[in-house]
């Protein structure tokens, strides 16, 4: 079970609006019957508003949504209806997705690539500045409330920008709070593009663990996927067959050939702090 003796309050910090669902929805929600206290904290759930990039743009038109729509309330609905699906409380943070924000010279620090639906993300400017501070003051805030003992977030497999400041800022504040805290592999994105994790001074990685999911809860984790209709145009489009690729992953993974997910828990470096 992923929460572990005495771990009775997860805090998932999740990048996205499905993020934490699709990489740990299973194990969140057998937390949650199992009687610990689960909240889903999205770090990039902001609102922005026009004009828009031309990436943003492409992907609400990707998502069907109108140039009318809010697209970050729609999403952030579908979020609601999917954790509520798991039995898992929410929070939406204020942060801007990568694809609504801008670079200090005053370029988009997201671009859409022509003849398709990849987005191509600024490699010669700085990262955005004091983001991860503002992410970890937050954190920490919620931390003082909520009083978690565990934290849960992404390893940040995939190269985002979003997915890395996450990590980072939620890799310190578990540190500042003394909090443990594990990682979870970025699915489905991890199986696309298989990365390694390389942390921050001061962390590392220990020994991966298999969560195993029950048959229901596997299937509950799908039902909730489902729930974020405006995503699955990308994930779930022709040939990508999302729901398949995710059981075959996960009994490749598993020990016993069943379903589950991948976390890491993450240990102090003793060399470095």
Known sequence: MLPGPGATRLLAISPHLDDAVLSLGASLAQAARDGAEVLVNTVFAGTAPPPYSAAAERMHAVWGLSPEDDAPLH?????????????????HGRFLDSIYRRLP?????????????????????????????????????????????????CAAVVDHPDNLATREAALSAARA???PIRLWEDLPYSMFKPGTIELPAGFRLGTSEFESATTETWKRKQEAVECYSSQLTMLNGRNKNL??????????????????????????DDNNG
Not at 126 to 151: H, K, M, Q, S, W
């Open 75 to 91: 999403r952030r609905n579908e979020d609601i209806a999917a954790l509520a699906h798991l039995g898992l409380a929410y929070r």
């Open 105 to 153: 010279d005053g370029r988009w620090l997201t671009d859409h690539v022509e003849g398709g639906q990849k987005l191509a993300v600024a490699q010669d400017s700085p990262a955005d500045d004091g983001l991860v501070d503002e992410i970890r003051e937050d954190i920490e805030a919620i931390v003082a409330e909520f009083e978690p003992t565990l934290i849960v977030t």
């Open 177 to 179: 709070k003394n909090v």
């Open 243 to 268: 729901f398949a690729r995710l059981d075959e992953h996960a009994r490749k993974n598993s020990p016993r050939g069943g379903f589950g997910e991948t976390t890491w828990p993450v240990l102090l």
